[in-house]
């Protein structure tokens, strides 16, 4: 097994997910990271050590089993991160006019997919004792008018995950609200709306690598609440 780490990002191509691939590079990673649309995708990597690009659906299976393959060649998985995700229809609707089709798209995307993808890569994550991270939100837990799909989809994700954990005790498994922030998301569900006052992804990114390198106790947690580890450029 190589010495290098391996992460797999899903939806690297902005937001969260893109800073979360640049960090990694940073760190000397090697990491595989996808996005629905392929040029948007080789636009936001471009350039970045270590970094392999799989256009694809998270839904669609035979780019799931593209993106097993991809951990196979590099022969371990260190770090698996869930951050592809969907609103649903937008702008974000009131749960009684939630349609049959509005409620699969968001479940496969937000759910099924993470699900799914972790059963595949399971043994890898636990042979390199590795981590399971998801991106959460607030709406997993609080109730806001026109989030009540998407929150309940999260607070699925949340349960999906911790499951993992509870089922395998070598796992490193975390749901993470990483809080409101200045992404292309965050201003689907405002739109017309000045969000410039939230913080850039960028900004939760050192507490995040926190949870990679320190590997507490599985759970759910809030960016918030976790600590800057002492030494934030460190590799690993």
Partial sequence: MSDIKVALVTGGSSGL???????????GWQVITDARHGDELADATHGLAGVETLPGDVTDPEHKDALVAAVTRHGRLDLLVHNA???????LPALATVTVADLKDVWRTNIGAPLVLTGALLPDLLASDGVLLSISSDAAIEHYEGWGLYGASKAGLDHVTLTFA??????????????????PMHQAA????????????AAVIPRLRGLWQQKPASGRYRVADLPVPETTGARG
């Fill in 85 to 91: 995700s969907t609103l649903g229809p937008t702008p």
């Fill in 166 to 183: 509870a089922e395998n005790p070598g796992l490193h498994a975390y749901a993470v609200d990483p809080g409101d922030m200045r992404t």
């Fill in 190 to 201: 405002f739109p017309g709306e000045d969000i410039s006052d939230r913080p850039e992804p």
């Fill in 17 to 27: 997910g893109n800073e979360l691939v640049r960090a990694l590079s940073a760190d």
